[in-house]
């Protein structure tokens, strides 16, 4: 069955420093998305994707965070300037022919900030 | 209110008991529907959408309720595999942007 990756499956930075999180998206979905889930807490819609550009991106997605679709199968998410509430684990999912449609999740990648 | 409400739990069961999880939402705009699984620090997984004329996929069974703004999902027979936790989850307005509840812990002992 064909499946979202993400890597790193963990990453550890510290405070001040740029992440980049990676995903491979089921090849012939045409949305993508970032989530992240604090532990504890409930998974957080972060940002969609679409048609290469953003569909729509939640409060938290301010302008330490952005998104790229380098190439026909890389999604990634850039994260400036670390926090240490930035500390999660980040889902990417894909869905493929309509946002209405269910999203299939990556098995995420847990970054902890020092 | 909370944009998705799900019964708080944990709920703590035997093998092959039937357990039934609630869930409300609150923009009646929205239009997709579904019942997702946790595993400890894992990914969430697809188990079903949910439809308004009610679905069943085995030993589970949804049903929404348009008018009441309710979600439910039923689990018969339950085996230890079951135990997961249980997201509620809602397709927002645009569509698109999953908004998940908070999940209700299903512990299934022998």
């Known amino acids: 069955e064909p499946e979202v990756t993400q890597t790193p499956s963990h990453q550890v930075t510290q405070m001040g420093q740029e992440v980049i999180l990676r995903c491979v998206p089921i090849?012939?979905?045409?949305?993508f998305y970032w989530y992240r889930q604090i532990l504890g807490q409930k998974v957080e819609f972060l940002v969609s994707f679409y048609n290469n550009e953003i569909s729509e991106k939640s409060e938290i997605f301010d302008d330490q965070f952005s998104v790229e679709r380098p190439d026909g199968s890389n999604f990634t998410l850039k994260i400036r300037s670390t926090k240490l509430e930035d500390s999660a684990m980040y889902f990417c999912a894909s869905s493929d022919t309509a946002p209405n449609q269910p999203q299939h999740f990556g098995d995420g990648t847990r970054l902890s900030i020092l | 209110r909370k944009e998705v409400e799900q019964d708080p739990g944990p709920f703590n069961v035997p093998e092959g008991a039937t357990v039934a999880f609630n869930c409300t939402y609150s923009n009646s705009a929205s239009q997709s529907f579904f019942w997702y699984r946790q595993d400890c620090r894992k990914e969430p997984k697809l188990l079903m959408s949910?439809?308004?004329s009610g679905n069943e996929d085995g030993r589970f069974t949804a049903q929404l309720n348009r008018a009441s703004q309710y979600i439910s999902l039923l689990i018969r027979d339950s085996k230890l595999s079951d135990s997961a936790t249980y997201l509620c989850?809602?397709?927002?307005?645009?569509?698109?942007?999953?908004?998940f509840g908070q999940g209700t812990e299903l512990s299934v002992k022998p």
């Open positions: 949910v439809y308004s």
């Open positions: 090849s012939n979905h045409l949305y």
């Open positions: 989850v809602v397709n927002g307005d645009p569509p698109g942007k999953l908004i």
